[in-house]
Nanobody, 117 residues
Framework: EVQLVESGGGLVQAGGSLRLSCKAS????????MGWFRQAPGKEREGVAC????????YYVDSVKGRFTISREKVRNTVYLQMNSLTPEDTAMYYC??????????WGQGTQVTVSS
């Protein structure tokens, strides 16, 4: 079993920055990828960024490229999402996801990000 706990959300003005953290515990050494998803009210959950725990390669949705950076601190079993130049369109609940293989997934409880205009 893997547990994921997010933190770092909050209220920020447009143009500001936030850094989200996702700490993994349990059998987290089995995770081969971790990522961030978000869901705004009335919208479907969308993938924002993910990172391979084997080679560190990162992927981003087009809407956040150049503004968001995902990184991993292996020693702390933590994945970060640095979010810069935030806009009101980034307002959503942000969820951390961990994956083992191609079918076993774990989710955190989410952390709210609100960007005011």
């Amino acid at each position: 079993e893997v547990q994921l706990v997010e933190s770092g959300g909050g209220l920020v003005q447009a143009g500001g920055s936030l850094r989200l953290s996702c700490k993994a515990s349990g059998f987290s050494f089995n995770l081969n990828a971790m990522g961030w998803f978000r869901q705004a009210p009335g919208k479907e959950r969308e993938g924002v960024a993910c990172i391979s725990t084997t080679n560190g390669k990162a992927y981003y949705v087009d809407s956040v490229k150049g503004r968001f950076t995902i990184s991993r601190e292996k020693v702390r079993n933590t994945v970060y999402l640095q979010m810069n130049s935030l806009t009101p369109e980034d307002t959503a609940m942000y969820y951390c996801k961990g994956q083992i293989g191609s079918s076993v997934t774990y989710w955190g409880q989410g952390t709210q990000v609100t960007v005011s205009s």
